[in-house]
């Protein structure tokens, strides 16, 4: 069982595991190693609460598919299990980002004091600008 929070736990037969042949620079080993890791899972068919689904599916993210599957790919490390568990890593970081609710703003207004001092600044920097002009006007 993979835990998200406290209640919301996922568990491992959801996940399905691809390993693939890494890209990039690696000399021959590259070529007949598998370290790459791919993992699938299925949001609609999971064993995830309705509420967690939706937001997953409302998601903006590179790594969720239209039909509905998130896809995390990991090549970073030559090893397939480190590769496995950064996987998982960024899986869990994914499903926890949905839990997060925004703080609400409070509107503030701005006080009497830095209106002033915003107001002096605008003054001084005119009078600079004027002064300017009438030095090299002629």
């Given at each position: 069982m993979i835990i998200i929070s406290n209640?919301?736990?996922v568990s491992e037969n959801d996940i399905e595991w691809q390993f693939i042949r890494a890209s990039g620079a690696g000399g021959q080993h590259i070529n007949k190693v598998s370290t790459a890791v791919q993992l699938i899972f299925d949001i609609r068919s999971s064993s995830l609460p309705e509420i967690y689904q939706q937001k997953l599916?409302?998601?903006r993210d590179h790594r969720i598919t239209p039909?509905?599957?998130v896809i995390i790919k990991c090549q970073q490390t030559r090893s397939q299990d480190a590769n496995r568990q950064q996987a998982l890593e960024q899986f869990t970081q994914l499903l926890q980002s949905v839990t997060?609710?925004?703080k609400?703003?409070?509107a503030t207004?701005?006080?009497y004091g830095s209106k002033q001092r915003r107001l002096d600044t605008k003054k001084k920097?005119?009078?600079t600008k004027a002064l300017r002009q009438q030095k090299f006007s002629g």
């Open positions: 209640r919301v736990q599916l409302q998601l039909s509905g599957k997060y609710v925004a609400k703003r409070i207004k701005a006080t920097r005119g009078n």
